[in-house]
Nanobody, 116 residues
Framework: VQLVESGGGLVQNGGSLRLSCAASGSTSSINAMGWDRQVPGKQRELVASITSRDGNTQYSDSVKGRFTISRAKNTMYLQMNSLKPEDTAVYYC????????????WGQGTQVTVSS
């Protein structure tokens, strides 16, 4: 499975962005997808995830009520509303699956910058 992200950029405090993550390859092997984010010098944080079978979603407390994860066929989205400067990070999408063995694969990352 290969993942390609898009949609990052610069936005003002309180603004919105939508990230996309397009999956290709053995997409039927994907059990769940999600988004992490990384700020230099800090630990990577799980932002949101969604399961393939039933669409069950989970969010970190820091984004709950502001971000929405969704998936349509082989593309996953992260709608980010009411953005704050502390949301500034590189956002990575990932996919978890089983193809002969369990795997996790990552996208290349996309920068989101929220100006104050």
């Amino acid at each position: 499975v290969q993942l390609v992200e898009s949609g990052g950029g610069l936005v003002q405090n309180g603004g919105s962005l939508r990230l996309s993550c397009a999956a290709s390859g053995s997409t039927s092997s994907i059990n769940a997808m999600g988004w992490d984010r990384q700020v230099p010098g800090k630990q990577r944080e799980l932002v949101a995830s969604i399961t393939s079978r039933d669409g069950n979603t989970q969010y970190s407390d820091s984004v709950k009520g502001r971000f929405t994860i969704s998936r349509a066929k082989n593309t996953m989205y992260l709608q980010m509303n009411s953005l704050k400067p502390e949301d500034t990070a590189v956002y990575y999408c990932y996919a978890d699956g089983l193809y002969y063995s369990h795997y996790r694969t990552w996208g290349q990352g996309t920068q989101v910058t929220v100006s104050s």
